[in-house]
Nanobody
């Protein structure tokens, strides 16, 4: 069983920064690939960033160069540093654990999800 809890969301002006954190319970965190997703009102959940158990990363084109995903195995946490925020980044952000041994951007390939944290970027 894996439990994921996000924190760090909030309201920020465009151009600002926020750091999201995902705290994971369970002994499989260190061997699991992890991802961040987001869902804006009226839109489907979309891939944001991925980090493999070995540390390699993949980003959605829309956030590449602005967001950085990282993980701390000693604390069982995964972070998403978001810089140069834009109004279109407004969404509920979710961390999730992948059920696959390869990279996937499909929400259906992730089996455990956090409750989500709201990020609102004003123009």
């Amino acid at each position: 069983q894996v439990e994921l809890v996000e924190s760090g969301g909030g309201l920020m002006q465009a151009g600002g920064s926020l750091r999201l954190s995902c705290a994971a319970s369970g002994r499989t965190f260190s061997i699991s690939h992890m991802g961040w997703f987001r869902q804006a009102p009226g839109k489907e959940r979309e891939f944001v960033a991925f980090i493999a158990s070995g540390g390699s990363t993949v980003y959605a084109d829309s956030v590449k160069g602005r967001f950085t995903i990282s993980r701390d195995f000693t604390k069982n946490t995964m972070d998403l540093q978001m810089n140069n925020l834009k109004p279109e980044d407004t969404a509920v952000y979710y961390c999730a654990r992948s059920r696959r041994v390869y990279f996937s951007r499909l929400p259906g390939d992730y089996d455990y999800w956090g409750q989500g944290t709201q990020v609102t970027v004003s123009s």
